[in-house]
C-alpha cells in the first residue's frame, strides 16, 4: 500500500521561509513524477513544483517561479519544497502527489495523495 506522508507546515511572516517535506512508502515502480499542488481558497488545485525521480526535470509554477525549490531523492523516495520569501497568497494546503503515468510532470490525476499540511503567511 502506497502512503505519502508530509510534514513541516506552518505559520511564517511573510518574506519568510518553509520547508515542506514529503515522504513516500510502499513505491514499487521508478517511473513516474512527484510534486506538489495547493488548495487556497479558490475551487481548483495549483500545481506549485514538480520533478521527475531523477530530479533532471523539474517544472514550478508562475506564482512561485523564483521563490520556491523542488527537491528530491528517488532512493529514499522523498520529496522537498523550500519555500522562500512567502506571500500571503501562499497560504494554503499543499498536497504532495505521485503521478505515475506522467513522465514529466504531475497532472491533478495524480496516483496518489498525501493528507496535506496547512501552510499559512501572516503578519
Known amino acids: 500500500q502506497v502512503q505519502l506522508v508530509e510534514s513541516g507546515g506552518g505559520l511564517a511572516r511573510p518574506g519568510g521561509s518553509l520547508r515542506l517535506s514529503c515522504t513516500a512508502s510502499?513505491?514499487?515502480?521508478?517511473?513516474?513524477?512527484v510534486g506538489w499542488f495547493r488548495q487556497g481558497s479558490g475551487p481548483a488545485r495549483e500545481l506549485v513544483a514538480s520533478?521527475?525521480?531523477?530530479?533532471?526535470?523539474?517544472f514550478y509554477g508562475e506564482a512561485v517561479k523564483g521563490r520556491f525549490t523542488i527537491s528530491v531523492d528517488g532512493a529514499k523516495r522523498t520529496a522537498n519544497l523550500q519555500m522562500d520569501n512567502l506571500k500571503p497568497d501562499d497560504t494554503a494546503v499543499y498536497f504532495c502527489?505521485?503521478?505515475?503515468?506522467?513522465?514529466?510532470?504531475?497532472?491533478?490525476?495524480?496516483?496518489?495523495w498525501g493528507q496535506g499540511t496547512q501552510v499559512t503567511v501572516s503578519a
Open positions: 502527489c505521485v503521478d505515475l503515468r506522467s513522465k514529466l510532470i504531475v497532472t491533478d490525476r495524480a496516483n496518489y
Open positions: 520533478s521527475t525521480w531523477s530530479g533532471g526535470t523539474v
Open positions: 510502499g513505491l514499487t515502480s521508478q517511473s513516474g513524477t
